[in-house]
Each structure stands twice: as C-alpha cells, then as structure tokens.
C-alpha cells in the first residue's frame, strides 16, 4: 500500500498532476487513500487498514475529453438565436441577430428591394440593409458541431451560450 501511495506520488510529480490525499477513521478500520487526474484520466491507491491486516484498492478511469469552442452573444429575443444541439455550423453561417427589432427591419428591407425600380434608391436599401447586417447579424468565426445551446436572461438581454465540438 505504502509503495502504491509513494509511486502515485512519484507520477503526481513527474506530469504534473494534481495530487489529494485522503485519511478517513472507519468503524472498519483507517481507510487511505490517494487520487491524481489529469485530461480524464483518473489513479487511485488506498486500502483499509485494520487488525486483520491491509486491503488494497487500485483503480483507475478514463473519461474521453472532447475538444470545445464555446461561442457567447447577448440579444433581446429567443426568436434570434438560430441554432440548435446537432447542428453543423461552417465559419461564417448565421447563428443569431442582437436585436430582434433590426432582424425584422433587415427582413421587411428585403421583402421590399425587388420592388424597388429606381437604381439609386435601390442602392440606398442595399446599403442600409448591409449596414444593418453588419451590425446586428452574428456569425459562427469557427466550425464545429453544436453541442449545447445555453440562454440566461439577465434583465431584458439574454446571453447566448453555444458549445462546439471540434471538427
């Protein structure tokens, strides 16, 4: 048991890894014990210590880390958040407007600009509807597959939390 602890030590020092000990004082007897982990990999040595003698325990798991990007924005309606968990997102896709107000004024715009016959009034939309997209529309700067899709409210804003995996 004692070598166990000791290697257990040993290989806390060596990578680096966060040690605990553990002494606990069991109607069974003392119980010790010793956990290291690091990137989900998990050692653990101990034992019970009684009067009939010394019982081991060695373990150890792993747990598969995934790799995450995780993408926040703020907005003032639920109608603006435009992914959803399972989804597939390139760089540069639409995931969500600021404002729900600006996301219905960029729509009735282009609702509107096919309509619209005079060449510098059609200009004029085009660059307003530019400008408003620049502003409000945001844009996944990373590609991955949508995880999670987290909302807050604090006050009247919503904070948006989107967790990637990796591609």
């Known amino acids: 048991m004692i070598l166990a602890l ?3 030590s040993v290989l806390s020092v060596l990578l680096l890894w966060p040690l605990t000990f553990r002494a606990e004082l069991t109607p069974e007897g003392l119980y010790l014990a010793a956990e290291a982990q690091s990137q989900g990999l998990t050692l653990k040595a101990g034992g019970l210590w009684n009067s009939e003698g010394f019982f081991p325990q060695l373990s150890f798991a792993w747990t598969p880390q ?6 926040t924005f703020t ?6 958040v435009l992914v959803e968990p399972g989804q597939v997102l390139r760089e540069g896709d639409l995931i969500g407007y ?23 009034l059609r200009a004029e939309v085009q660059a307003e509807i530019e400008r408003l997209r620049r502003e409000s529309e945001i844009r996944a700067l990373i ?3 949508v995880l999670t899709v987290e ?3 604090a006050n009247q804003i919503l904070r948006v939390r989107i967790q ?4």
């Open 6 to 8: 000791v290697v257990l």
């Open 66 to 71: 995934v790799p995450t990007y995780t993408i």
């Open 75 to 80: 907005t003032d309606s639920l109608s603006c």
């Open 98 to 120: 600021a404002s729900l107000a600006t996301r219905e004024r960029i729509a009735w715009l282009e609702k509107r600009l096919p309509k619209v016959e005079d060449e510098v």
């Open 143 to 145: 590609p991955g597959r």
């Open 151 to 153: 909302v807050e409210q």
């Open 164 to 167: 990637l995996k990796k591609p």
